[in-house]
């Protein structure tokens, strides 16, 4: 898998650096900026871009805005956008252009190493990581006549695991249920919010996303 | 009548310098008054208005000092005049009120001074001529009478008796009345509320955003710093453990760097704390904090402390975080081999002026202590003045508001 990092913090970039190779990836640029980010995302063509929210000049939100660009300059180029802090807007920016590909995660989720490569496998395949903390804020933000009040709490564990990007075979591992168990589950969130069932893994998540920033 | 004491001019004469000097500023006046006029009337002098009017300002400063001294009661200044502009100097209340203190100066002024003057001076004279006058021919009284015989002496010395009776009971009267007089106009116009109103709503206003920007400040070193140092141990970590399966060997140096990492998130966050509010603050009071600074800096330094009133938590922090961070500066850059630290308070600003005699070359543009400074001291409206040449000295002045 070739991976291009953004990240300003000099230790942070060279240790993700090191944590990819470790792993058999291919980091092809590693840089500090974002202006940095686009010129090696249109020389190296990674597979995915692993982007620091914060970068310079104004340390505000330059590498998402950059993330954001880059996709448009590369439609299906898969971006996983870290950070110390997350933010459920920031998260809607990231999928505003309704394709997959899309990550975004706390920087600390890097240190259960296995959790965050397959996070990183899934969204360079097209899925979606979405920490859990941004899918957290999706799910308070509700209003009183909400179907989602309707959700057993089961089917809430379900549809948030299902929001973060799992596939029903992590599902089922994670609640320790069998995969049709999590397949009936997903069968009775998706009538109850009367989401059309769609096939494709990806599509069903982004419904899903689609349907919780709503 | 009041006793003189020692060490005191007698009340009278104290009075008769108050009028005789004042009869002087009233004749400067008059050319002061001229150059302002002249300044404005071509039109085309209007660039030299701004001199003429900082001349009246300074001829004003000098009669408040000396009619607030003699009045016992200090008069406080006007706003001083912004800068160069024409327009403002112009249409300034302020001008308005010194052209209208000029006036009186140069006519009431110099009258009061010259009768006061006329007193003494009508004694003195008087008194000559009854001693001199066989040797005086055609000499006359300053009232006009013909001193021809020891008769006519005597009448003059009553004459100079008369002056010195009328001044002694005049003078004091006349100085009192025209200080009076003269202090309304010197003292500051009063502000309005609305004048008044929008001060507060601008000062608080800025009171805001300096607040804002701390916030901010704090927000920056938490996130970048702080949480970046222990996304990085918890990511090392997160290599150890992949490392123990694979080669444990290879896991030594990530342990390493994650405890270097853990390590600098501490010291970064007690930096934070520190920059929040310093604890020794609380226990010393400014003075006493910088003091211990001082006296733990590795390079000599020696500190001075002038008319330091108490200043706002927020004020007295960055303060403290200027020496403390100059200090740092000085000892890790400068190879100074003295520091000087000295804290004083005029004008509403709160000054910190740090020097140190190494080989200067300072810039704000290199270090990020200095580029610190800088943020901490905008934060509160204040300036922060850097001046270090190749081989030194090197000053950085950082000048506060109190905000009182």
Same mark, same amino acid.
């Given at each position: 898998?070739?991976?291009?990092? %953004?990240?300003?913090?000099?230790?942070?970039?060279?240790?993700?650096?090191?944590?990819?190779? *470790?792993?058999?990836?291919?980091?092809?640029?590693?840089?500090?900026?974002?202006?940095? #980010?686009?010129?090696?995302?249109?020389? +190296?063509?990674?597979?995915?871009?692993?982007? +620091?929210?914060?970068?310079?000049?104004?340390?505000?939100?330059?590498?998402?805005? %950059?993330?954001? =660009?880059?996709?448009?300059?590369?439609?299906? #180029?898969?971006? #996983?956008?870290?950070?110390?802090?997350? =933010?459920?807007?920031?998260?809607?920016?990231?999928?505003? +252009?309704?394709?997959?590909?899309?990550?975004?995660?706390?920087?600390?989720?890097?240190?259960?190493?296995?959790?965050? #490569? =397959?996070?990183?496998?899934?969204?360079?395949?097209?899925?979606?990581?979405?920490?859990?903390?941004?899918?957290?804020?999706?799910?308070?933000?509700?209003?009183?006549?909400?179907?989602?009040?309707?959700?057993?709490?089961? =089917?809430?564990?379900?549809? %948030?695991?299902? *929001?973060?990007?799992?596939?029903?075979?992590?599902?089922?591992?994670?609640?320790?249920?069998?995969?049709?168990?999590?397949?009936?589950?997903?069968?009775?969130?998706?009538?109850?919010?009367?989401?059309?069932?769609?096939?494709?893994?990806?599509?069903?998540?982004?419904?899903?996303? *689609?349907?919780?920033?709503? | 009548?009041?006793?003189?004491?020692?060490?005191?001019?007698?009340?009278?004469?104290?009075?008769?310098?108050?009028?005789?000097?004042?009869?002087?500023?009233?004749?400067?006046?008059?050319?002061?008054?001229?150059?302002?006029?002249?300044?404005?009337?071509?039109?085309?002098?209007?660039?030299?208005?701004?001199?003429?009017?900082?001349?009246?300002?300074?001829?004003?400063?000098?009669?408040?000092?000396?009619?607030?001294?003699?009045?016992?009661?200090?008069?406080?200044?006007?706003?001083?005049?912004?800068?160069?502009?024409?327009?403002?100097?112009?249409?300034?209340?302020?001008?308005?009120?010194?052209?209208?203190?000029?006036?009186?100066?140069?006519?009431?002024?110099?009258?009061?001074?010259?009768?006061?003057?006329?007193?003494?001076? &009508?004694?003195?004279?008087?008194?000559?001529?009854?001693?001199?006058?066989?040797?005086?021919?055609?000499?006359?009284?300053?009232?006009?009478?013909?001193?021809?015989?020891?008769?006519?002496?005597?009448?003059?010395?009553?004459?100079?008796?008369?002056?010195?009776?009328?001044?002694?009971?005049? @003078?004091?009267?006349? !100085?009192?009345?025209? !200080?009076?007089?003269?202090?309304?106009?010197?003292?500051?116009?009063? @502000?309005?509320?609305?004048?008044?109103?929008?001060?507060?709503?601008?000062?608080?206003?800025?009171?805001?955003? /300096?607040?804002?920007?701390?916030?901010?400040?704090?927000?920056?070193?938490?996130?970048?710093?702080?949480?970046?140092?222990?996304? !990085?141990?918890?990511?090392?970590?997160?290599?150890?453990?992949?490392?123990?399966?694979?080669?444990?060997?290879?896991?030594?140096?990530?342990?390493?760097?994650?405890?270097?990492?853990?390590?600098?998130?501490?010291?970064?966050?007690?930096?934070?704390?520190?920059?929040?509010?310093?604890?020794?603050?609380?226990?010393?009071?400014?003075?006493?904090?910088?003091?211990?600074?001082?006296?733990?800096?590795?390079?000599?330094?020696?500190?001075?402390?002038?008319?330091?009133?108490?200043?706002?938590? /927020?004020?007295?922090?960055?303060?403290?975080?200027?020496?403390?961070?100059?200090?740092?500066? /000085?000892?890790?850059?400068?190879?100074?081999?003295?520091?000087?630290?000295?804290?004083?308070?005029?004008?509403?600003?709160?000054?910190?002026?740090?020097?140190?005699?190494?080989?200067?070359?300072?810039?704000?543009?290199?270090?990020?202590?200095?580029?610190?400074?800088?943020?901490?001291?905008?934060?509160?409206? &204040?300036?922060?003045?850097?001046?270090?040449?190749?081989?030194?000295?090197?000053?950085?002045?950082? /000048?506060?508001?109190?905000?009182?």
């Amino acid at each position: 898998m070739r991976i291009v990092i %953004a990240e300003d913090d000099a230790l942070l970039r060279a240790g993700l650096t090191h944590l990819l190779r *470790a792993e058999g990836m291919e980091v092809t640029s590693a840089v500090d900026n974002p202006t940095d #980010l686009l010129a090696a995302i249109a020389a +190296d063509r990674p597979d995915v871009a692993v982007v +620091d929210v914060r970068m310079p000049p104004t340390f505000r939100d330059e590498g998402l805005r %950059a993330a954001v =660009e880059a996709r448009r300059r590369q439609p299906g #180029l898969a971006v #996983l956008v870290l950070s110390a802090h997350v =933010e459920d807007s920031y998260a809607t920016e990231l999928l505003a +252009d309704g394709a997959g590909g899309v990550g975004y995660l706390l920087k600390e989720r890097v240190g259960k190493v296995a959790d965050f #490569l =397959e996070a990183l496998e899934r969204v360079a395949g097209g899925g979606t990581a979405m920490d859990p903390e941004v899918v957290a804020q999706l799910l308070v933000r509700r209003r009183s006549d909400d179907p989602l009040l309707s959700l057993t709490p089961r =089917e809430r564990e379900v549809l %948030a695991l299902m *929001a973060e990007g799992h596939s029903n075979a992590t599902i089922a591992g994670l609640l320790v249920v069998s995969d049709g168990a999590v397949h009936k589950h997903i069968g009775n969130i998706f009538s109850k919010l009367g989401l059309p069932t769609t096939d494709g893994r990806h599509r069903r998540v982004l419904a899903v996303l *689609a349907y919780l920033k709503a | 009548m009041t006793h003189p004491t020692a060490g005191q001019p007698r009340p009278r004469l104290r009075e008769l310098k108050f009028l005789a000097v004042g009869a002087g500023t009233g004749l400067v006046s008059w050319f002061v008054l001229a150059g302002l006029i002249l300044s404005v009337a071509p039109v085309v002098t209007l660039p030299l208005l701004p001199r003429t009017a900082r001349a009246a300002r300074r001829l004003a400063a000098f009669e408040r000092r000396r009619t607030g001294e003699f009045l016992g009661t200090p008069i406080a200044p006007p706003q001083p005049l912004d800068g160069d502009d024409i327009g403002a100097v112009l249409t300034s209340p302020d001008m308005r009120r010194d052209v209208s203190w000029l006036t009186l100066q140069a006519t009431l002024g110099t009258l009061a001074g010259l009768v006061a003057v006329s007193a003494p001076a &009508g004694v003195v004279q008087n008194v000559v001529i009854a001693a001199l006058w066989p040797y005086l021919p055609e000499v006359t009284t300053t009232l006009n009478h013909p001193v021809e015989s020891w008769g006519d002496a005597t009448l003059a010395l009553a004459t100079a008796a008369a002056y010195g009776t009328v001044g002694a009971l005049l @003078i004091p009267t006349l !100085a009192r009345w025209y !200080a009076r007089i003269s202090a309304v106009r010197l003292a500051p116009r009063r @502000i309005s509320l609305a004048e008044r109103l929008a001060e507060v709503t601008a000062t608080r206003a800025a009171a805001l955003e /300096a607040h804002g920007t701390e916030l901010r400040r704090i927000e920056r070193n938490l996130h970048d710093g702080t949480q970046n140092r222990l996304v !990085a141990v918890v990511m090392h970590l997160g290599m150890v453990e992949r490392a123990l399966h694979r080669d444990p060997e290879s896991a030594l140096p990530m342990v390493l760097t994650a405890q270097n990492a853990a390590t600098d998130a501490l010291s970064e966050l007690r930096e934070v704390v520190r920059s929040i509010y310093p604890p020794v603050l609380i226990d010393r009071g400014l003075p006493g904090a910088v003091s211990a600074l001082v006296s733990h800096c590795a390079i000599p330094a020696t500190y001075e402390a002038r008319d330091l009133p108490r200043a706002p938590a /927020a004020v007295e922090a960055a303060a403290y975080f200027v020496v403390a961070e100059a200090l740092t500066n /000085a000892v890790k850059h400068s190879g100074a081999r003295q520091i000087t630290v000295v804290l004083h308070a005029d004008d509403g600003l709160l000054t910190v002026e740090v020097t140190d005699d190494g080989q200067g070359g300072a810039d704000e543009t290199l270090g990020t202590g200095l580029l610190g400074i800088e943020r901490r001291v905008a934060a509160f409206d &204040g300036t922060t003045l850097l001046h270090s040449p190749l081989g030194g000295p090197t000053v950085l002045r950082a /000048a506060i508001p109190l905000g009182v």
